[in-house]
């Protein structure tokens, strides 16, 4: 079979052919050479693109803008802070709705100041549990009673609900005598009883209870068999509450414990420790840590220093990769927003001072405040005319500031005692 024969393009064809491919190259050369140009711009259009959408997003959302960027400038980045700033900054608040602390956040109200329940209200958002002072529990004859529903304000727990979603825990204190209540099965069902019903009836979505200091001093917490039945005792109510679920969310009634810090540098029997925190960490929500009232007027000085802050959760939690580290998130650092005005001249005394008395003094003395290095506090002195030379130590943005960070780093949340003490600007930062 003969081979077909291939077609051969005319030589004039065959050039115009060739032209028209290097006139290709040459464009395709220039096109490549074009977008190779833009690519540096593109990428630099990209990379500006993006760190203007950063910068926008963390100027608008941020947690961090409020009074950081503001007048909490003048607290947190200087030392230096005048009576001035104070006096004119405290009132204003920038933010009362968005939450900067990601963390659990419990407010204690008192009933004697009545500025926490207005405060309660207005920064409803900011907290994620609201305890009220309300409750104790008491021996009467050979029972027990539970005082203080007079104290309970139903209109208020209302309007809370209306506007927020914080949990409302009122206090508990166990006035009883521990030798009747943990001793005898039938009173400590009794006391559960009680608490567990004045929940249901009240539409509270648990407690706050409060009981260890009261055992320690009546010294039943330094024999074993005690101390198991006193955990026993809280684990039972834990129990129990967590057996209810409340009126308006579903969920379980909660217990959030009371603890206050170590007596001294090392643990002693009657302290509560990194055992009690794991034996107890399965049926209590959570645990409010009282790192408050370091000084007293016997020994004037600030009133919660950030090293023994430090030093405190140290002790309870153990060093990293102790098994109680994984309990920090249970843990409600103690914040306190009163301060402490002391005598230094005439012996011994001192009282505790709010938001208020604070203002009070800076307008009448104009003092010059100072910055604590080591304990992370403001104090002033002043002279008055009864009592001679007094030393004030009232918190800060920049002290308050700083014991968020610290409960931050541990994974910890915090309890104010007591909202209404403090000054305005103080909620910018939770």
């Known amino acids: 079979m003969a081979k077909k024969r291939e077609r051969r393009s005319a030589p004039g064809s065959a050039n115009r052919d060739n032209q028209a491919e290097s006139s290709t190259r040459r464009d395709n050369r220039g096109e490549l050479a074009s977008g190779r140009k833009l690519v540096p711009f593109l990428v630099l259009f990209f990379i500006a693109s993006s760190i203007i959408s950063v910068i926008v997003y963390r100027f608008k ?8 960027s503001d007048a909490h400038q003048q607290d947190v980045m200087k030392a230096d802070l005048s009576y001035q700033a104070v006096l004119t900054e405290n009132s204003k608040v920038e933010n009362t709705s968005r939450r900067h602390y990601g963390y659990p956040v419990l407010g204690y109200i008192t009933p004697w100041n009545s500025k926490g329940y207005e405060l309660a209200k207005r920064f409803n958002s900011k907290f994620t549990h609201l305890s009220p002072v309300w409750y104790e529990l008491k021996s009467q004859q050979a029972g027990l009673v539970l005082e203080g529903r007079h104290n309970a304000d139903i209109g208020w727990i209302s309007e809370l609900k209306n506007i927020g979603h914080a949990l409302i825990l009122p206090r508990v204190v166990l006035e009883a005598s521990p030798l009747e ?18 929940c249901k009836e009240m539409g509270y ?24 039945l006193a955990l026993h005792f809280i684990k039972q109510l834990g129990e129990a509450l967590h057996s209810v679920s ?7 009634l909660q217990l959030i414990y009371v603890m206050g810090p170590p007596s001294s540098k090392k643990l002693q029997e009657h302290d509560f420790g990194p055992n009690d925190l794991e034996i107890l960490s399965e049926v209590v929500d ?26 405190t959760l140290s002790l309870l939690l153990g060093t990293p990769g102790h098994r109680a580290q994984s309990l920090a998130n249970k843990i409600l650092l103690g914040i306190n927003f009163y301060g402490n005005d002391f005598s230094l001249s005439r012996g011994s005394g001192g009282r505790a001072i709010l938001g208020r008395d604070y203002l009070s003094l800076l307008e009448k003395h104009r003092p010059v405040l100072q910055w604590d290095e080591n304990s992370g506090e403001r104090f002033f002195f002043y002279i008055d005319d009864e009592d001679g030379k007094r030393v004030v130590f009232y918190p800060s943005l920049k002290s308050i500031s700083l014991r968020l960070e610290e409960a931050r780093l541990w994974g910890c949340g915090i309890s104010i005692w007591e909202i209404g003490q403090g000054l305005d600007y103080f909620f910018d930062l939770l």
């Open 246 to 252: 409340g009126k308006d969310n579903g969920q379980q």
């Open 205 to 228: 979505d648990g407690i706050v209870l409060e009981s260890w200091s009261r055992w320690a001093a009546y010294g039943i917490l330094h024999e074993p068999s005690m101390r198991n």
């Open 286 to 311: 959570g645990f409010s840590l009282m790192t408050y009232d370091f000084s007293s007027p016997h020994n004037p000085g600030p009133n919660a220093p950030l090293k023994w802050i430090q030093f």
């Open 61 to 68: 959302y941020s947690p961090t803008r409020s009074r950081e």
């Open 181 to 198: 209540l943990l001793t005898k099965k039938k009173q400590r069902n009794r006391a559960i009883n009680l608490i567990v019903t004045e």
